[in-house]
């Protein structure tokens, strides 16, 4: 069976672990981890960085750091991980889900103005499959109605919106570092603070709301409760295995970039023939080699395919579900029909894509493929 996906060791993971737990101290922010802050702030011109046990911890912290409070609202797209917005809702807000673009699963951010109400709080866009959503709609949307923005950057680490980082954008962002997106820790995220005014409340926040970092700087002479907070922040040994990563980041980024042109050079015939969609890439974005999927015309016969796959020892997946159909929010949302969120839901299916699969895998895949659909 050629698996979905395979965690690959760079090279010096289990080298830094062990000098991690050599060094005395592997809780959190030892030196792997202050090493991952500054090579995320230094490469992408990310504000102040800060990992975090999860993608999810890191938008739970953006949750607390803008002040939702009950009865808020936040705009998010229905295509996402549940954690997108169950971030929010923990702290009383209120859903408002915009529909997917036609020719990618990202939020259409024409949707998005109709949808605010004095009550709207934030925008969270989230760059499905690495690609950049609308970012300067959405950024002037934010400025004018004076909305918080949090990027979630969840599989879009290294790739660009008109060659600018994301994650640069928003007042805030939450990376995944996740065994199944590009540069990996097993579990991991990080929170990245652009607006420079939350940055000391965040290290508070993550420090379980104690002003303990500033403590370990000398910039105070003990250390206390001053606001509420939670254990957000990760052990060394984390750090020390996303360190040894992030010094590969080129060669793992040039690999999986060449998978996904592989797959899109051997299936382009399903495309042209209109069997399949293919992903859409728009010119303003970049591609980061986080996934390969294409769209089918119905659920059934996306089951058929991922079945037929696996009775040819490839295992292939089918994403997200519409989160305004979900059995928790169905009952509260009352909006519209989101046409191309269900259209996903039922269409999407993804390819295994990882950093050892070899060309001669991608062309039996692509073959398989092909098979099914000729």
């Avoid at 922010?29 to 011109?45: A, N």
Wanted: hydrophobic residues 40%; neutral net charge; aromatic residues 14%.
């Amino acid at each position: 069976m050629i698996p979905f996906n395979k965690p690959y060791l760079s090279g010096k993971e289990t080298e830094y672990i062990r000098q991690a737990v050599e060094s005395g101290k592997i809780s959190g922010d030892g030196i792997f981890t202050r090493k991952c802050h500054t090579f995320f702030e230094k490469r992408y011109g990310f504000g102040k960085c800060l990992l975090t046990t999860s993608c999810t911890d890191a938008l739970e912290m953006a949750a607390l750091l803008i002040g939702i409070e009950p009865g808020d609202e936040v705009i998010a797209p229905s295509y996402t991980f549940v954690s997108t917005v169950n971030a929010f809702v923990l702290r009383g807000a209120k859903v408002i889900f915009i529909d997917s673009c036609s020719g990618n699963p990202n939020m259409d951010a024409e949707q998005i103005e109709q949808a605010i109400t004095p009550k709207t709080k934030a925008i969270i866009p989230v760059h499905y499959a690495g690609i950049a959503c609308d970012m300067d709609t959405i950024m002037s949307l934010a400025k004018k109605h004076k909305l918080f923005v949090v990027e979630d950057c969840a599989q879009a680490v290294d790739s660009f919106y008109k060659g600018k980082a994301l994650g640069t954008f928003g007042d805030f962002a939450a990376f995944s570092f996740h065994e199944t997106k590009n540069i990996i820790s097993g579990e991991g995220g990080m929170i990245v603070i652009n607006n420079s005014e939350f940055v000391q409340r965040a290290e508070i926040i993550r420090e379980k709301g104690t002003n303990r970092s500033a403590f370990f700087r000398g910039e105070v002479d003990k250390y206390g409760w001053v606001d509420v907070g939670s254990s957000f922040l990760p052990s060394d040994i984390i750090g020390a295995f996303l360190f040894a990563q992030l010094e590969n980041i080129d060669d793992i980024q040039e690999k999986r970039k060449k998978i996904w042109n592989w797959y899109y050079q051997n299936l382009s015939l399903l495309e042209q023939k209109k069997l399949v969609k293919l992903p859409q890439i728009p010119s303003y974005a970049t591609n980061n080699g986080h996934m390969f999927y294409l769209t089918c015309k119905n659920l059934d016969q996306r089951t058929a395919l991922i079945q037929f796959l696996r009775e040819n020892n490839i295992y292939a997946v089918f994403h997200y579900l519409s989160l305004h159909k979900s059995p928790y929010y169905s009952s509260l949302y009352s909006g519209s029909q989101l046409t191309y969120a269900d259209r996903f839901t039922d269409c999407l299916v993804r390819f295994p894509l990882y950093y050892e699969l070899k060309e001669e895998q991608i062309v039996f895949i692509s073959e398989t493929i092909k098979k099914f659909f000729l």
